[in-house]
């Protein structure tokens, strides 16, 4: 069971939008349709945001999106703003109830 | 509002075990749609999945953790348990407690966490 494959940083200036990729294999990301997505800001407890690929965790604006796309899911941030600037994490369910988290992606705001 | 709290020292030493206890407060540990697991983050780190429980003691392992991982539930304390033996400085991390959304599997509710440093 190895880690999911994020971009370690991803950057964007105020309003653009950004894309993170998340990349597992058949027997995770491609296998269920059980990934989501986490913020974490510096020295904070992570927050969900998307669940079941596209499902919006409550209070979570739409401006994050998710998508799948076999082994690969991503998570869209359009119209940048700054409270955006954190780290973002995918996960997904890897069968026999066990779990995989992605490594990691630093999303600066310019 | 679903509470989740972690609680063990802080310090450990090398080789020996690590032991964390999650408090639930604020729902039952024993309903059928939860896990109850831990996750972990070394300092400057992401994220790890170390495991899970079931309210009925069932629990599912890290493969590259299982042979050092137990976890437990007390559902009549509404706590569950983490232990993790012959730690080295490697397993230095914050110890995340959380609950899990099983059939949609996300992590629905995080504690605090809490860092455990292993060094002599």
């Known amino acids: 069971q190895s880690a999911l494959t994020q971009p370690p940083s991803a950057s964007g200036s105020p309003g653009q939008s950004v894309t993170i990729s998340c990349t597992g294999t058949?027997?995770?990301?491609?296998?269920?349709?059980?990934v989501s997505w986490y913020q974490q800001h510096p020295g904070k407890v992570p927050k969900l945001m998307i669940y079941?690929?596209?499902k919006w965790s409550s209070g979570v604006p739409d401006r994050f999106s998710g998508s799948k796309s076999g082994n690969t899911a991503s998570l869209t941030v359009s119209g940048l703003q700054a409270e955006d600037e954190a780290d973002y994490y995918c996960?997904?369910?890897?069968?026999?109830?066990?779990?995989?988290f992605g490594t990691g992606t630093k999303v600066t705001v310019l | 509002q679903l509470q989740l709290q972690e609680s063990g020292p802080g310090l450990v030493k090398p080789s020996e075990t690590l032991s964390l206890t999650c408090t639930v407060s604020g729902d039952s540990i024993s309903g059928p749609n939860y896990f109850w697991g831990w996750i972990r983050q070394p300092p400057g780190k992401g994220l790890e999945w170390i495991g899970n429980v079931f309210y009925t003691g069932d629990t599912y392992y890290n493969p590259s953790l299982k042979s050092r991982v137990t976890i437990s539930v007390d559902t009549s304390k509404t706590q569950f348990s983490l232990r993790l033996s012959s730690v080295t400085a490697a397993d230095t991390a914050v110890y995340y407690c959380?609950?899990?959304?099983?059939?949609?599997?996300?992590?629905?509710?995080w504690g605090q966490g809490t860092l455990v440093t292993v060094s002599s």
């Open positions: 996960s997904s369910y890897a069968g026999s109830n066990t779990y995989v």
């Open positions: 058949s027997s995770d990301v491609g296998g269920y349709d059980f």
């Open positions: 079941e690929v596209n």
């Open positions: 959380a609950r899990l959304r099983r059939f949609a599997d996300y992590v629905q509710y």
